[in-house]
């Protein structure tokens, strides 16, 4: 069975309570429910993860090659912006990423513009909300059905 494996990064544990102008009302554990539903109905093995620590999220990826994962959403949080050691990971283990963002971050302040991953992700969804997770999942399934 396929398998999507959804990474969410630093401070995205406080969805719903931080900034919710930008972020928006809804809990990580309403988007990840409606991502393992919708994992469910499409018969794609899926799993949730979120960590603050940037080496359990480079643990977590390694760790994907082995655990059948063919294809990764991620959200890296501040890690866009920082994380080498993220994108050398993704790179080590060569499996095809969507990057994710909440808020549309080429519209907010110049230094969230960088992204470290937006070049070797298959496709970019920022802006949407929650809606941002759900395109991202409809892209994954699109993709490991070409696949298949
Ligand atoms: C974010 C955008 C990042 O710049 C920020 O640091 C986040 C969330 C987003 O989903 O919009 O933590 O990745």
Known sequence: MSSILLLNGPNLNLLGEREPDIYGDFSLEDI?????????????????????????????????????????????????????????????????????????????EEFREKSYFSDISLGVVSGFGKQSYLMAFQAAKNYLLRED
């Open 32 to 108: 990840e429910k409606t991502i393992e539903k919708l994992g469910k109905e499409n018969n794609i093995d899926t799993e949730c993860f979120q960590s603050n620590a940037e080496h359990e999220l480079v643990d977590k990826i390694h760790n994907a090659k082995s655990n059948g994962v063919k294809i990764i959403l991620f959200n890296p949080g501040a890690f866009t912006h920082s994380s080498i050691s993220l994108r050398d990971a993704i790179l080590g283990v060569n499996i095809p990423l969507i990057e994710i963002h909440l808020s549309n971050i080429y519209g907010r």
